[in-house]
């Protein structure tokens, strides 16, 4: 398709007509694409979360071994001179040998109190063997399971050995003894660390490696042989959790540099800062910052842990850069175990990288277990010197003229570097090095709000940064945060919370132990806060109070409801949806919250949401009724009243638009159900009765009731993929077969592939009486016996006939779910046969016993289950029990009050095995005698049937977990369609240019006049008789229809694109086909003569077809008997014939469908809200066949079965809004048709074939025609003033303006000249002159304008 070049650079001003509606294409709204409409209703899989610490350990003991023996240097090392004498920053020559061994060991002990002040510290100075023993033993049985240090400083022995040695003395110091590395393993346990300070350190790395292995070994052998010695000790611990910290490699000294001190490794672990201002001063870079000497930093102001002095501040970047570094070259779970689990260990970690660092500068590599990659060369460690060196340079001016200190711009240029990567990043990148960092500030007043305002970016890029975010260890300082009043604070600690919690909900309990919900309550309560910030308040409480019971109880005490209550109203959608999703969940099996609910009115005050324009609102408001009165405790009168009440208020959106209310209407029933069960058993038993009893006058029961005839058109009937909305079927060769029999398919429990029953169940009858076969894979109520049953229902006064003194709210609401099983959307049908399954199952089997010993046979019997509930079928009022439904007389018992009031655990009816119950050993096997009931239903899975009848308490819709998705993905980046760079910019744009050259190439051609029309184009046989054809504005498809299949062909190409079944009952047909966005994302509706009408997307092109939503368009219409070819017999009396079905009209600018059919109203449905918003009376008795309508003026014109021909103003009352009607023709109209310009007429044609025009101002026709008579389809072209005529006689004429035939058509095209069949349908291309003609004998064709016109 070429783009045209000119129409790229049109300018805006001036528009023609036709550049004026390639402008519209942008404006127009489009229908059901919201996320609802493309997503499935379920939450995101849940990320396994590893940030938090399963085992937080602290280290509790440490011994600092020091052999040193002061004066006397070890035979193999040979030393410099002068050496490197320092440890522990004191000159052991500088005192006695006693006191320097006593003051370095002091020393030690406060260099490792700054880190762990709290930990046990033992010092051992020049040590034997036993004290190393009894220290190390000592210290792990005080440690218990915690972890213990063990500092060994082996500057006055000999190097370790390769037998894996380490070297104390003896008691007089006249020899070196060596100590075993096994043994000391042995004696310190696991969890350990060891920090070892000495020349060729790497090999007790080594060694201990071995000997860890050696242990793992005897282990393995001493389980398998009990005779082993080991088998019977107590078992060595293993050595997995020990880390271990060693100066140098195997094979190298210890530097010996005279400046450095000589245990540098233990000052790099212990006073990271000071050897690290040392050594910058003696790298040749630091003769850059004059006046700055060795002196000089023994001098630097301030304290270590005071962030505000320059000591401090020194130390905090230093923290901050060194677990940068670690974040970023660490695995995450090795950078979690080392430097998150134990503070003390993550402090020896950061200094281990500055050790590497600065060792490594004189060639020696300090070593770790576990190993870890190179950092010394990270950039990071620029930043560092940078910050040293800025600190530093200011050193001599505070000194001696006591200058303030200015402080370091490090954490400021991070936070731009931050910054700079949330603004200029792609989707698909490396995390931010600096995070960590950002994690750091966020303990700084001056730069906490910019930090958690970028933190707050970062983690709105999606699910995957929250967990990077709680992997660094945010989650601590953003609980701390709760506890600042700052206001300033407020709105991104909430949009903080919001992503954490919608990312791992397993955070609500943290926040109610540290008292934050009050936090998130007092910003909800405060209505100066913007509705979205109280929206992600009251969404952290809807997360702290899900089926958690403590935060439950606090979010009730902290006034929680009352402030829900309040917000009800707000003009926020969002935040309306999740106030009652909060409230639903707080008196979710919470008695306590439920009645503080009943005491503000709550329920009532919700009632104004179910009829909320926002279907996600209105389902949110069904959600909390429903947990409302799903409340399992003891019930009163008082709120039995109030059940009754939600209940009726819940059913009135039985019709509601939008598929997501009704599945979660069908939960909320389902736990009235579950409560009040023995009256529903009652009620369920009375209609499966009543249907027994009752011929509904109606195609669909060809069996006579009670027989077992199948009810089927093909013998051999393969297994279907059953037709739920996702997936859908392609239609196969055996394409009519499959759609006849798939009405027999029963959706299973899974949803996933069903056998068909083996004799369709079409009464319960014979439903009832396979119950007892263990291999009965069936509901016991079929599709059809549930459809038989609804239509009884609407025949019969039902009331009239339950001879109890019974409340009629159960079957009314028995009544609503018998209207949503047959739902035309798969998921509402599927979920409300569960529940009446449910209760069909239990009612038949409390029933069963009795109705067998009436019958005085034992053969099928099966036993009065006896589930905790509901045994007794009679009411909580105290009604008397129903004989022929109660278990009771069974036994000699008297019916006993509900089984409710009884504790769960004894079922309250026991069948003894002795003579009250005779019949019961012929129970089935594998039924259990004493079954617990639906509670327990786990347990009773060995039941046939049970298991799968029950309902789950549990039954859900993911409505709330898919809400909650929202504020897991990113909200502040621009929707996809609004980037002009964006994918689906660009293919909108292409469609929209597409349009334009259509629109511009087609009125061409009908500006110049067509004056023929029948050049055949396409002609093809169809799967089924076409009774609609439809084409797509744009491209090259056409829909055809048959009776419940839609079948897509491509006209251009001459092929078959798809094939699909539309899922409508045997007895309904499609009526009516309308493309709607077929502008830009078409999707397809189809109306059936059931008043049903659904949606469907990926049509005709390579994915499946998926319905995208079904509704009830028109509830009162109820199929009636029909003729078959009922279009063909057209000339017999329209009146004994069928209705006209459903007839519908699409405004796409508004957004409004209008539907009306065999009903006395016109139904107009805003697609936008999914709801009915307003019922026009037509004031006439007969259907309507045909309806037209012009957004501009809003008018609507309606055909009617009486000849009449009706004009509606819908801004007008339902009273006076019929502004005009003529009755000038005699009979049935075919079709009434107005045109869209702003004067445009109305031209009606019915049967007899008079063509009238009129103009809706005034009150007789303008002009008349005279056609065929006997017409059976007929259409009008919007844009070429022809219309098109199908008749009885097998032909098709069509004439234009004047009534001049300019085509008749009677053969096929170069189809050996066969005649064409009856007419059934026919359509005009909206904008091309095509005609496409469908006809009785399943052929299709399109006729066109000569070719060289097109």
Known sequence: MKMDSDLLHSPAVGLTEEEEADMNDWKLPLAFMKKRHSEKIEGSKALAQSWRMKDRMKTVSVALVLCLNVGVDPPDVVKTSPCARLECWIDPLSMSPQKALETIGANLQKQYENWQPRARYKQSLDPTVDEVKKLCTSLRRNAKE?????????????????????????????QYIPLSIYDLQTWMGSPSIFVYDCSNAGIIVKSFKQFALQREQELEVAAINPSHPLAQMPLPPSMKNCIQLAACEASELLPMNPDLPADLFTSCLTTPIKIALRWFCMQKSAKLVPGVTLDLIEKIPGRLNDRRTPLGELNWIFTAITDTIAWNVLPRDLFQKLFRQDLLVASLFRNFLLAERIMRSYNCTPVSSPRLPPTYMHAMWQA?????????????????????????????????????????????????????????????????????????????????????????????????????????????????????????????????????????????????????????????????????????????????????????????????????????????????????????????????????????????AVFALGTFVGNSAERTDHSTTIDHNVAMMLAQLINDGSPVVRKELVVALSHLVVQYESNFCTVALQFIEEEKNYT???????????????????????????????????????????????????????????????????????????????????YILSFETIDKMRRVSSYSSLNSLIGVSFNSVYTQIWRVLLHLAADPFPEVSDLAMKVLNSI???????????????????????????????????????????????????????????????????????????????????FPRTRK?????????GEDGDEPGSHRNYISAALQTGLCDWSAKYFAQPVMKIPEEHDLESQVRMERQWRFLRNTRVRRQSRGITQRGVSRLDD?????????????????????????????????????????????????????????????????????????????????????????????????????????????????????????????????????????????????????WDTDREMKVQDIPTGADSCVTSLSCDSQRSLIVAGLGDGSVRVFDRRMGPNECRVMTYREHGAWVVKAHLQKETDGHIISVSVNGDVRFFEPRSPDSINVLQTVKGLTALDIHPQANLFACGSMNQFIAVYNANGDVISNIKYYDGFMGQRIGAISCLAFHPHWPHLAVGSNDYYMSIYSAEKRLR
């Open 146 to 174: 915690e972890r213990v240090l063990f500092h060994y400083n082996g500057h006055g022995v000999p190097r370790p050995t390769v037998n894996g040695e380490i070297w104390v003395f003896n008691k007089n110091y006249t």
């Open 1016 to 1164: 055949q184009i396409f002609i093809n046989r169809n799967p089924g008789v076409p009774s609609v054809v439809k084409f797509h504005p744009f491209n090259t498809c056409i829909a055809v229809a048959d009776k419940d299949s839609i079948c897509f062909w491509d006209w251009e190409k001459g092929e078959r694109l798809d094939y699909f079944y539309n899922g409508n009952p045997r007895y309904t047909r499609i009526t009516a086909m309308e493309y709607l966005n077929g502008h830009d994302c078409s999707l397809l509706l189809t109306a059936t003569d059931d008043g049903a009408l659904r949606i469907w997307k990926n049509f005709a092109d390579q994915k499946n077809p998926e319905m995208v939503t079904a509704w009830q368009g028109l509830s009162d219409m109820l199929p009636t008997t029909r003729g078959l070819a009922r279009r063909v017999s057209i000339y017999l009396d329209r009146s004994k014939q069928g209705g006209a079905g459903m007839v519908v009209d699409w405004e796409q600018e508004t957004g409004l469908l209008m539907t009306s059919g065999d009903v006395r109203v016109v139904r107009i």
């Open 696 to 778: 509904v006058p109606s195609p669909a029961n060809t069996a006579e009731p009670g027989s077992l005839t199948p009810v089927r058109d093909s013998p051999a009937i393969p297994r279907l993929r059953s037709v739920n909305s996702y997936t859908n079927i392609r239609a196969a060769t055996t394409a009519r077969n499959l759609n006849k029999s798939l009405q027999n398919l029963n959706l299973n429990e899974e949803g996933g592939p069903a056998a068909f029953s083996p004799g369709n169940l079409s009464t319960s009858s014979s439903a009832s009486s396979t119950l007892g076969s263990p291999d009965n894979d069936e």
């Open 840 to 922: 069909a199952y239990k009612a038949t089997m409390n029933a069963r016993p009795q109705r067998i010993l009436d019958s005085g046979s034992l053969t099928q019997s099966a036993p009065a289950s006896p589930t905790s509930k509901g045994t007794h079928i009679h009411q909580a009022g105290g009604s008397p029990p129903m004989p022929s439904a109660s278990s009771s007389s069974l036994t000699n018992e008297v019916p006993k009050p509900p089984a409710r009031e009884q504790p769960a655990t004894r079922p309250p009816y026991t069948p003894t095995l002795g003579g009250q119950a005779p019949h019961s050993h012929q």
């Open 929 to 937: 005698m004493f079954d617990k009931g639906p509670e327990q239903a």
């Open 384 to 620: 560092w010197d940078l910050a040293v060196d800025i600190c530093l340079s200011q050193l001599p001016t505070i000194i001696e003229e006591g200058t303030a200190f200015r402080h370091s711009p490090f954490f400021a240029e991070q936070l731009t570097a931050f910054q700079v990567w949330l603004t200029m990043g792609v989707e698909n990148r490396n995390p931010p090095e600096q995070l960590p960092i950002v994690l750091q500030v966020l303990l700084s007043q001056v730069h906490r709000l910019r930090a958690l305002d970028l933190l707050g970016c970062f983690l709105d890029l999606g699910p995957w940064a929250v967990s990077l975010a709680l992997s660094v260890g945010i989650f601590p300082y953003v609980l701390k945060l709760l506890q600042s009043s700052a206001r300033e604070l407020r709105p991104l600690l909430v949009f903080i919370w919001a992503k954490i919690l919608a990312v791992d909900s397993s955070c609500q309990a943290d926040l109610v132990k540290d008292n934050g919900h009050k936090y998130f309550l007092s910003v909800l309560a405060d209505s100066y806060m913007p509705a979205e910030h109280r929206t992600m308040a009251v969404f952290i409480l809807a997360v702290i109070v899900n089926s958690y019971n403590t935060g439950q109880e606090a979010c009730l005490q902290g006034n929680l409801i009352a402030n829900c209550l309040e917000q009800l109203s707000d003009p926020h959608p969002l935040l309306r949806q999740w106030v009652a999703i909060c409230l639903g969940r707080i008196w979710q099996n919470f008695e306590p919250a439920r009645w503080c609910g009943v005491r503000d009115s709550a329920h009532e005050k919700l009632y104004t949401l179910l009829s909320d324009p926002i279907p996600e609102v209105r389902c949110a």
